[in-house]
C-alpha cells in the first residue's frame, strides 16, 4: 500500500522559501511519477510541479514557474518542493502524489488528464503572510 507524507509547510514572510518533503513508502519511486498539488480554500486543485520519471523530464504550473523547483532522490523514495520568492497567492496546502509510470516515454506530459495520479498524502500547510 503506497503511502505519502507531507512535511515542511509553515508561516512564511511573502518574499521568504520554503522546502515540502514527500517521503513516499509502499512502492519504488524510479517507477512513479510524483507531482505537487495545492488547494486554497475556496479553490480547486491546482497542478504545482511534477517529477516524471518515467519522461526524464520536469514540468511546472504557469503561476510557480521559474520560483519553484521539483526534484526527487529515488533512493530515498523522498521528493522536494523548493518554493522561492514566495507570494501571498501562494497560500495552500500543498499535497504530493504518485502515479504508476514504468517505462521510458520521452515527452509524455506528465500532468496529463488520461493519467491521473492516484496516492495522495494529507498534505501540509504553507502560509504566506506578513
Known amino acids: 500500500q503506497v503511502r505519502l507524507v507531507e512535511s515542511g509547510g509553515d508561516l512564511v514572510q511573502p518574499g521568504g522559501s520554503l522546502r515540502l518533503s514527500c517521503v513516499a513508502s509502499?512502492?519504488?519511486?524510479?517507477?512513479?511519477?510524483i507531482a505537487w498539488f495545492r488547494q486554497a480554500p475556496g479553490k480547486e486543485r491546482e497542478e504545482v510541479a511534477c517529477?516524471?520519471?518515467?519522461?526524464?523530464?520536469?514540468s511546472y504550473g504557469n503561476s510557480v514557474k521559474g520560483r519553484f523547483s521539483i526534484s526527487a532522490d529515488n533512493g530515498k523514495n523522498t521528493a522536494y518542493l523548493q518554493m522561492n520568492n514566495l507570494k501571498p497567492e501562494d497560500a495552500a496546502v500543498y499535497f504530493c502524489?504518485?502515479?504508476?509510470?514504468?517505462?521510458?516515454?520521452?515527452?509524455?506530459?506528465?500532468?496529463?488528464?488520461?493519467?491521473?495520479?492516484?496516492?495522495w498524502g494529507q498534505g501540509t500547510q504553507v502560509t504566506v503572510s506578513s
Open positions: 509502499g512502492l519504488t519511486l524510479d517507477y512513479f511519477d
Open positions: 502524489a504518485t502515479k504508476y509510470s514504468p517505462g521510458y516515454y520521452p515527452g509524455r506530459p506528465c500532468f496529463s488528464p488520461d493519467r491521473q495520479f492516484d496516492s
Open positions: 517529477f516524471s520519471n518515467s519522461g526524464r523530464d520536469t
